[in-house]
């Protein structure tokens, strides 16, 4: 039965707006989320109308299921407490471990994948996980609503909502690169049909930049080829893959890119409060200064601790320009903050003590007694993250491979002197920044060396002028209007 009184615009994704902890006295302390998701889906409330959107997501830690069972919640927000092992499963099993890997590229391919049973066990909870998200927003939304799925925990859900709900308008959000097809195909055939059939189930697919949304039409094309598969790229009107569904009708998806980007307005005034200004002061004393009094040139990186991320050859490239300019030495201190991520998969926590092993071994060969060549931070603090954006000469940004990268577009918007872009170009931000950053090959760390030299020695105009064209292209599509031309494209 469809309620009349449903909401209008409907989000899913994993992670919700808010988390819960369980507090030792046993009460409920909820955080905001931080990232582009989150900010980009705050628009969701003026998309729907007052009290017609609701942002459907899962509790993803005990202290979320304990705000379900006790009925803690949000106004917008239904959280759904899917059995902790079909979530493992799904989370853990398939979208970080599997998933991840394949649109990052990051398989060692000799050993891994491997996908025997247990794969095909957890990828049952991944559609069991993908249902119960379906089944949720086909109860909750009203007739000919607009839902926006995100990610690729969800892909399944447009086809499921579909056949649930054919009355809804429905869209799917990759916030990750997009696997090229020989990569891709990677996966077991049946899983790859029912991968991308799943998502094509949408009316309109969002990708952040032409490429990705070319790599996923590579893929329909080579996976679905006998469904007679029609790829209409990006330079055509309307992109967009048609084909031939198993019941034989003809369905066609529209494909859009949507580079979300930094919060200008959001940044500009949190950089300033008085908390950042805190973190700033013991910043500066960290650092400290040459013994002239100068002060030390930061070269900076922000990053989830995550292998896509390339800390570690990030760390390697400085390490070697510290080995062959030694006239830097003393003078230039590079901050990297790290927050683990996903530490419950081995690979990723064996990554977070590689990256602190690295970062320990470059102080004990270069540092001093007034110098720490290496700063490393590992517990997530927003407000020092800003602190480090304003001082830092230098930001690293060198994944191996990155959907967006939002601190590569957040760093020239607060930076308080201008700041040098050192940006992979297998990031998606590098589309739209390429222009003005120092593009490297993320693999290549002698290149990405040679860059952070060139970084620290440009000229303070040149810089300046860089940092000012970075901002504004970073800030070109903010995360609220990110959001509301989707919901444009899918009522039109
Ligand atoms: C990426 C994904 C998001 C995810 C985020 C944090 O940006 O695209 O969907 O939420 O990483 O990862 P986590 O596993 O902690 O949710």
Known sequence: MVSEHGAQVLVASNRGPVSYAVREDGTLDAKRGGGGLVSGLSAIGDAGGEGATLWVCSAVGEGDREAVRRGVGEPGVRMLDIDADVHADAYNGIANSVLWFVHHLLYQTPLEPSFGPEFRRQW????????????????????????????????????????????????????TPWAPAEYFRMLPDDIAEELLLGMLGADRLGFLTTRWLQAFQGCCAAVLGSYEVMTYGPEEATPSVGFRTPDGRFHRTLLGVHGLGADGDFLRA?????????????????????????????????????????????????????????????????????????????VYRDYTAEVSLVAEEINSAYGTAGW???ILHVKDDFARSLAAYRLADVALVNPIRDGMNLVAKEVPVVSDEGCVLVLSREAGACAELGEDALVVNPYDVVGTSAALLTALTMPAEERAERTKRLAAAGTALPPAQWFLDQVAALRS
């Open 124 to 175: 049952e909870a991944y559609r069991t996980y993908n249902r119960a998200f379906a089944e949720a927003l086909a109860e909750e939304a009203a007739r000919g609503a607009v839902v926006v799925v995100q990610d690729y925990h969800l892909a399944l859900v447009p086809g499921m909502l579909r056949a649930l709900r054919p009355d809804l308008r429905i869209g799917h959000f990759s916030h």
């Open 372 to 374: 720490t060549p290496v």
């Open 270 to 346: 949190r950089s300033q409060e008085a908390d950042v200004e805190e973190r700033l002061a013991d910043l500066r004393e960290q650092i400290g200064t040459e013994p002239g009094g100068e002060a030390r040139k930061v070269i900076m990186r922000v990053d989830r601790t995550e292998l896509s991320k390339n800390i570690v050859r990030g760390l390697h490239a400085y390490r070697l320009l510290l080995e062959e300019h030694p006239e830097w030495h003393g003078r230039v201190v590079h901050v990297a903050f790290a927050y683990p991520s996903r530490q419950d998969l081995a």
